[in-house]
């Protein structure tokens, strides 16, 4: 097994993506330590991978505070004797748009999302750095951080963030041997249940048939299980290479994201006044403004309902 003798820490695992990609690790030979804010679902995650001949154990604690960063790496060493892979799913969602946004909203998800991927790879990256044997860290993003998405400010500012901090990982961790990267999965989950355009492909996924191939092809949208496979890839020596990407996966698809690049370079001898700027804009820069937003192809109308 390609991960085998290896030890992961999956937060947010407990259901949904996270548990898909405990379970993915396991198989693939790693132990798990399995984290949630939820017992019930963090144990039911646990008792899954050991029916499946895996090895896990729980740690049920919200990620953001740096003690449960820390209560993470030593549940991993001292259960299982090391630890090789971080992967940080956790996540929550405080959805409305800006002018009705509060501060709690704001700093709730940028807590969880921001913080929590911060704090936990802060603690394994100590720990990894003085094992001196190198490492896996891999960091979930998402298409709004990417695009961006309207009523998700605090999302959006989350996981840009996330990008932004990968990269300069990647940097900075080169030398010790570990990799850092940011997946953008899109998948059928709690969080996409309740787009009507993706109806037809989560009910197909809830009543365990096969999803259309316009959501699996066209759209790059599957299962959970369609995304556990590149974070298994990411954690293995296979990917030793990789490091400082942000790679997208849903359904049949798998995309490599550009990092961020000038459109367009122009000059102005003497710099660009406001004159200068009003008498070339149209001409020379309306054309490479860069839209925003996700961009969806239409609809089949076999696949549509009244609210999409």
């Given at each position: 097994m390609s991960l085998d003798g290896k030890v992961a820490i999956v937060t947010g695992s407990g259901k949904g993506l996270g548990l898909a990609y405990a379970q993915q690790l396991a198989r693939q030979g790693a132990a798990v330590v399995v984290n949630d804010v939820d017992a019930e679902a963090a144990d039911q995650s646990v008792s899954a991978i050991e029916a499946a001949g895996g090895r896990a154990v729980a740690l049920v604690a919200p990620v953001g505070p740096t003690e449960t960063a820390e209560a993470l790496v030593a549940t991993a060493v001292e259960r299982f004797g090391r630890l090789d892979i971080l992967v940080t799913n956790a996540g929550i969602l405080r959805d409305t748009v800006l002018w009705k946004m509060s501060d709690?909203?704001?700093?709730?998800?940028?807590?969880?999302?921001?913080?929590?991927?911060?704090?936990?790879?802060?603690?394994?990256?100590?720990?990894?750095?003085?094992?001196?044997?190198?490492?896996?860290?891999?960091?979930?993003?998402?298409?709004?951080?990417?695009?961006?998405?309207?009523?998700?400010?605090?999302?959006?500012?989350?996981?840009?963030?996330?990008?932004?901090?990968?990269?300069?990982?990647?940097?900075?961790?080169?030398?010790?041997?570990?990799?850092?990267?940011?997946?953008?999965?899109?998948?059928?989950?709690a969080m996409t249940a309740t787009v009507p355009y993706f109806a037809a492909a989560v009910r197909a996924a809830d009543q365990g048939e096969p999803m259309p191939d316009f959501f699996r092809h066209d759209l790059g949208f599957g299962t959970a299980d369609d995304v556990a496979g590149l974070i298994a890839f990411l954690g293995s020596a296979a990917a030793a290479g990789v490091t400082g990407q942000v790679i997208g996966v849903g359904g049949d698809r798998i995309q490599i994201w550009t990092h961020p690049e000038a459109a367009l370079t122009a000059y102005h001898e003497g710099g660009w006044s406001y004159d200068a700027l009003t008498a070339a804009w149209p001409t020379q820069f309306a054309d490479a403004l860069q839209s925003v937003g996700e961009r969806f192809p239409e609809l089949p109308e076999e696949f549509r309902t009244d609210a999409s």
């Open positions: 709690e909203d704001f700093d709730t998800v940028v807590n969880v999302h921001l913080r929590g991927t911060f704090t936990t790879v802060r603690e394994t990256v100590r720990h990894l750095r003085q094992a001196g044997e190198g490492g896996r860290i891999i960091c979930i993003g998402s298409p709004t951080g990417q695009r961006g998405n309207f009523g998700q400010t605090n999302y959006a500012a989350a996981k840009a963030g996330i990008v932004g901090m990968v990269r300069t990982w990647a940097l900075e961790l080169k030398r010790a041997g570990i990799t850092v990267n940011a997946v953008v999965p899109v998948a059928a989950t």
